[in-house]
């Protein structure tokens, strides 16, 4: 995301920007170039410049054609897509033969309000595949299959339930917490390959750990334990 680059990164862009030329690393000499940058962002930027975390120039520099796209939610037509998409692209499906998902798990998937937007829907497929031992994904490979659209599988392997009467805001940060959870459970706590995972930098992903008070240490130890080993005392 755009907007978790430093001050001194945008100035350093914004040059770039505007005089259409760069430097190599361990170079004095310019490069003229000729490029178009499409940034992505989930937040308000216009917020991020009044707080101070984004320059005000470089805002207005790369804010020429925004593009909004839409939640998930609100374009499930978009989910069969998605899906056959993910499947094309998983070695591991196509080693087991998985091509399709049967309608009563399509149904499950289109009914679910997807917090975390596409990057959860990717998870679920993911872990529907490993559940899945036949050709097609079943109502049932789907995690939490009791009701996908009431609850999702948090990193621990357990259902959390998420509340639809609280505020949107308090909802999705619950869904977060739940995704880097799983993310961070999966790598042990590895920073770089949880950061690659999530499509976000490992700065971002650090201040989003801090955010919902989670610690890396806490993963590796899981993981070790999970694997049979323990903790030796020189006492």
């Known amino acids: 995301e755009i907007e978790s680059i430093s001050l001194n990164m945008q100035l350093k862009l914004l040059r770039v920007l505007e005089e259409r030329e760069l430097e190599k690393l361990g170079s004095n000499r310019r490069i003229k170039v000729n490029m178009r940058i499409i940034c992505a962002t989930n937040m308000d930027l216009a917020q991020a410049v009044a707080e101070g975390r984004m320059r005000e120039d470089f805002y ?9 796209i839409p939640p998930l939610r609100e374009r499930i037509e978009d989910i069969p897509l998605l ?3 993910f499947l094309r692209n998983s070695e591991m499906a196509r080693e087991k033969g998985i091509n399709r998902l ?9 009914s679910y309000s997807w917090a975390g937007n596409v990057r959860e829907l990717g998870n ?3 872990r529907a595949i490993l559940r899945t031992s036949g050709p097609v994904i079943r109502e049932v490979d789907l995690p939490g299959h009791s009701g996908v659209s009431k609850e999702a599988v ?8 998420y509340d639809y009467e609280v505020p949107l805001k308090e909802y999705l940060r619950r869904a977060e917490k739940d995704y880097l959870t799983h993310v961070l459970r999966k790598y042990r706590g590895g920073i770089n390959l949880s950061a690659k995972h999530s499509l976000v930098d490992a700065a971002t992903l650090h201040r989003k750990m801090k955010l919902h008070g989670l610690r890396r240490e806490e993963y590796r130890l899981r993981g070790k334990m999970d694997n049979g080993e323990g903790l030796v005392s020189n006492a």
Do not use: F
Not at 102 to 110: D, G, P, R
């Open 154 to 161: 948090n990193g621990n392997g357990r259902h959390a339930s």
């Open 102 to 110: 049967s309608n009563k798990a399509l149904s499950q998937l289109m």
């Open 60 to 68: 207005y520099r790369i804010n020429v054609v925004p593009l909004r």
């Open 83 to 85: 899906v056959g998409e």
């Open 124 to 126: 679920v497929i993911e």
